[in-house]
Structures are given as C-alpha cells and as structure tokens.
Antibody, heavy 115, light 107 residues
Framework: EMQVLESGGELVQPGGSLRLSCAASGFTFNKFTMTWVRQAPGKGLEWVSTLSGTGGATYYADSVKGRFTIASDNSKNTMFLQMNSLRADDTALYFC????????WGRGTLVTVSS | EIVLTQSPATLSFSPGERVTLSCRASQSVSSYLAWFQQKPGQAPRLLIYDASTRAAGVPARFSGSGSGTDFTLTISSLEPEDFAVYYCHQRSNWPLTFGGGTRVEIK
C-alpha cells in the first residue's frame, strides 16, 4: 500500500528553525515529484514547495523563498523541508503530496510558531 | 500568479440533489486543473485531474469539465458523505495555486 507520513512539526519560537520529514512507502520514491502544501488553522490550502522527481529541480512559493529548503534522501525514501526564520504566519498543518496530481497525501504535521 | 476563484464560499444542498461547483482562473490553465475534497480533520483527497479525469476509486457521480479559465465539478446526486469542502488547483504555471474552496453543507 502506498503511504506518505509527515513528521517533525512542533511549537517553535519566531525566528527559529525546524525540519519536517515526509517518509514514503509502497512506491518508487525517486521517480515522483513531491510537494509540500500547508493549511493554516481554519483556512484553505497553500502550495509551499515542490521537488521534481526528474532532475531534482526545486520550486518555492514567494512567501517561503529564501527561508525554506526542500530536499530528499532517496536511499531513505524521505523528503525534507528545512524551515528557517520561522514567522507566526508559517503556523499551519503541513502536508506532503505525491506526484504531479497530488494523488496521495499524508495526514500532516502541525507547525506552531509562537512565543 | 494565477488566481483561482471559487464562489460562493458555501452552498447548501439536500441529499440526492445535483451539485455544480465553479472554479474560474485569472488566465488560461489549459486543462491542468484538479479538484480535491477535504473533510474535517482529514487530508485532501484527489477527485479529478486534468479537468475531467476521475482519480482511482472516485465514484462515478463526480465529474469535471471545462478548459481554459472556466471549470465545473458536478456531483450528480449528493450522498451524505459528500458534505465537505472542495478545492480547485492549477498546475499550469508556477507558483501552483489553489482556489479558496467551496463548502457544501446540508440544507
């Protein structure tokens, strides 16, 4: 069965850093584009970042560019999101999603940025 | 940035009714549009991709249509489990964007 499982979310102070992980199973991870999408409490979906499965190109929303870095460890079937200089408006549930069509999502990991 | 507009934000229906949801793009996205369903406390679920292709396991009562800037998600006969929020999403241009969502609630 194909699955993705996010982890790493927690309470962090403004200006702090956090690394999220997305562990994949049941499919050949490095053949697929993988994406982070977030959802602030009570709000809609916001695209954050994408890592291309072919060539490894990376793409970022303007709101996180220069602060977040997407990467993967194909030997561990895991994608990461390194989040630096965190702000209160980064508070959200962070999902990872598989493929161009986002056909598989995890349950999300909650990041709370607050003092 | 391509803005996707879903209006109204909330619609009320009774089970068994036919539902039509709208998504309008600020510029053409060709057919690179998808629809997702999200229920409280759950991750989004892919329903339709490339405007009109149903994802695996999605009931036939869900259908999508449109191209360019105007798209529609239709639920032919609303089931109790279909009350949820529906989002459209475009992958035509970077940055990828989502619509603000339409909540389908029970009348």
């Amino acid at each position: 069965e194909m699955q993705v499982l996010e982890s790493g979310g927690e309470l962090v102070q403004p200006g702090g850093s956090l690394r999220l992980s997305c562990a994949a199973s049941g499919f050949t991870f490095n053949k697929f584009t993988m994406t982070w999408v977030r959802q602030a409490p009570g709000k809609g979906l916001e695209w954050v970042s994408t890592l291309s499965g072919t060539g490894g190109a990376t793409y970022y929303a303007d709101s996180v560019k220069g602060r977040f870095t997407i990467a993967s460890d194909n030997s561990k079937n895991t994608m990461f999101l390194q989040m630096n200089s965190l702000r209160a408006d980064d508070t959200a549930l962070y999902f990872c999603a598989k493929g161009h069509y986002f056909d598989l999502w995890g349950r999300g990991t909650l990041v709370t940025v607050s003092s | 940035e391509i803005v996707l507009t879903q209006s109204p934000a909330t619609l009320s229906f009774s089970p068994g009714e036919r539902v039509t949801l709208s998504c309008r793009a600020s510029q053409s996205v060709s057919s690179y549009l998808a629809w997702f369903q999200q229920k409280p406390g759950q991750a989004p679920r892919l329903l339709i991709y490339d405007a009109s292709t149903r994802a695996a396991g999605v009931p036939a009562r869900f259908s999508g249509s449109g191209s360019g800037t105007d798209f529609t998600l239709t639920i032919s006969s609303l089931e109790p489990e279909d009350f949820a929020v529906y989002y459209c999403h475009q992958r035509s241009n970077w940055p990828l964007t989502f619509g603000g969502g339409t909540r389908v609630e029970i009348k």
